[in-house]
């Protein structure tokens, strides 16, 4: 929660001095001016201007390496899979969290044929 400390107007919502504004993080991820695709997981979507690890001051230092470690675990599975789709729909829609800040499927079966034993 945060609180705002003038008078502003936000795409047409005047927010006064003092009113409490919750900042959605999820909302923001999904930005139609900001994002092509923005309900789409786009892995190599570059640049990629979310918010998850924060910005500015607040910034995660452990980002990067977040960003190397997906990007390493992607590159390794990938390289072992033959394919993979989905197994019928999607048993929901996918639904936020504002606590967790976090967008998910309840369900989501997925075919994956196995690989060679490693």
Partial sequence: MRTATEDTVI???PIA???SVYPSYVSAN???EVFDEPFCFGVARNPNKHLA???GVHFSLGAE??????????AERLSR??????NG???SSPRSSAASRRCRFDTL???????PKV
């Avoid at 079966?109 to 690989?115: E, K, M, Q, R, T």
Wanted: charged share 30%; glycine share 10%; net charge negative.
């Fill in 11 to 13: 795409p047409g919502v």
């Fill in 17 to 19: 001095k003092g009113e």
């Fill in 30 to 32: 999904r930005d139609e």
């Fill in 53 to 55: 690890f924060g910005f």
């Fill in 65 to 74: 390496l977040a960003r190397r470690e997906v990007s390493s675990f992607f």
């Fill in 81 to 86: 899979l033959k394919s993979i789709e989905l």
């Fill in 89 to 91: 729909e999607p048993a």
């Fill in 109 to 115: 079966a997925a075919l994956i044929p196995a690989g």
